[in-house]
Nanobody, 117 residues
Framework: QVQLVESGGGLVQAGGSLRLSCAASGMIFSIYAVGWYRQAPGKQRELVATFTSGGRTDYADSVKGRFTISRDNAKNTVSLQMNSLKPEDTAVYYC???????????WGQGTQVTVSS
């Protein structure tokens, strides 16, 4: 079955960097749209960045210029490079993969990112 496993979260000071990775299995990875979402305490899950199967990327306004999403279809991985981190970036970050012609993504278990001021 489809499985997504995130890694790379942790505690970092404001201004620092982290790189999240998500390893996918059980799917033809290259045809899926993939993305990163986050959920802060008391808030709804929100989109951070997406990468379509066709190569298009999109970012939330709050992370543009600081975060970069990438994917490696040969390794079935999607990554999120996060630079210039801010305390408001603190959240659980989730990897998601959506199959073609579907609006229902598969989710990873999440990884905690904490940015201290």
């Amino acid at each position: 079955q489809v499985q997504l496993v995130e890694s790379g979260g942790g505690l970092v000071q404001a201004g620092g960097s982290l790189r999240l990775s998500c390893a996918a299995s059980g799917m033809i990875f290259s045809i899926y749209a993939v993305g990163w979402y986050r959920q802060a305490p008391g808030k709804q899950r929100e989109l951070v960045a997406t990468f379509t199967s066709g190569g298009r990327t999109d970012y939330a306004d709050s992370v543009k210029g600081r975060f970069t999403i990438s994917r490696d279809n040969a390794k079935n991985t999607v990554s999120l490079q996060m630079n210039s981190l801010k305390p408001e970036d603190t959240a659980v970050y989730y990897c998601a993969a959506t199959p073609p012609l579907s609006n229902k993504p598969y989710w990873g278990q999440g990884t905690q990112v904490t940015v201290s001021s």
